[in-house]
């Protein structure tokens, strides 16, 4: 059975690896008649954790993705961490995959609820907007501009393969 691998899924990351060099990975359920777990995606920082869990240096790689954050900003980030969205990835069927970058935005309002997405880049429209559907659906902490909420995107930046 088909499953999806997830490159490089860097929240805009992509120039941090000095703040931190570790490497995540999502693994995804063993198929029936299997106990292989395979990865599916991998990410400067963990894909089970809320963004209050997240380590000072995994906060720094996430944050170094967005300009002139200031210390007492925070990027919005889904409630629920990464997983459930890769997670939704993951169990697309072969044909629906087309390998390359996806790259969407979303503008999240002060009160963590999504906006609008942007389709920067897809390999397919379908998967642009299916990655888009999933960012509508799920729910976010807030960004903090000065310590206090206030609208901002939050990117999702992968690269998928047919594996």
């Known amino acids: 059975m088909h499953r999806i691998a997830i490159i490089a899924a860097a929240l805009a990351l992509a120039g941090s690896a000095a703040a931190e060099d570790a490497s995540y990975a999502f693994r995804d359920q063993?198929?029936?008649?299997?106990h292989i777990r395979r990865n599916v995606a991998f990410a400067q920082i963990p894909f089970d954790k809320r963004y209050a869990d997240l380590s000072d240096a995994q906060k720094s790689v996430l944050?170094?993705?967005?300009?002139?954050?200031?210390?007492?900003d925070e990027p919005p980030f889904p409630v629920n961490g990464l997983s459930p969205m890769f997670r939704a990835l993951a169990r697309l069927e072969k044909r629906d995959i087309r390998?390359?970058?996806?790259?969407v935005a979303v503008s999240v309002d002060q009160a963590g609820q999504p906006l609008n997405v942007r389709i920067l880049a897809a390999p397919s429209e379908y998967l642009?907007?299916?990655v888009a559907r999933l960012l509508l659906l799920e729910r976010y902490k807030p960004a903090l501009c000065?310590?206090?909420p206030c609208g901002q995107d939050f990117l999702l930046a992968a690269t998928l393969t047919d594996e």
Do not use: C, F, L, V
């Not at 063993?30 to 299997?34: A, E, L, V």
């Not at 390998?99 to 790259?103: A, H, S, Y």
């Open 30 to 34: 063993p198929r029936t008649g299997s």
């Open 63 to 72: 944050r170094s993705g967005y300009e002139r954050m200031d210390a007492n």
């Open 99 to 103: 390998p390359g970058p996806i790259k």
């Open 128 to 130: 642009g907007d299916y």
């Open 146 to 148: 000065g310590g206090q």
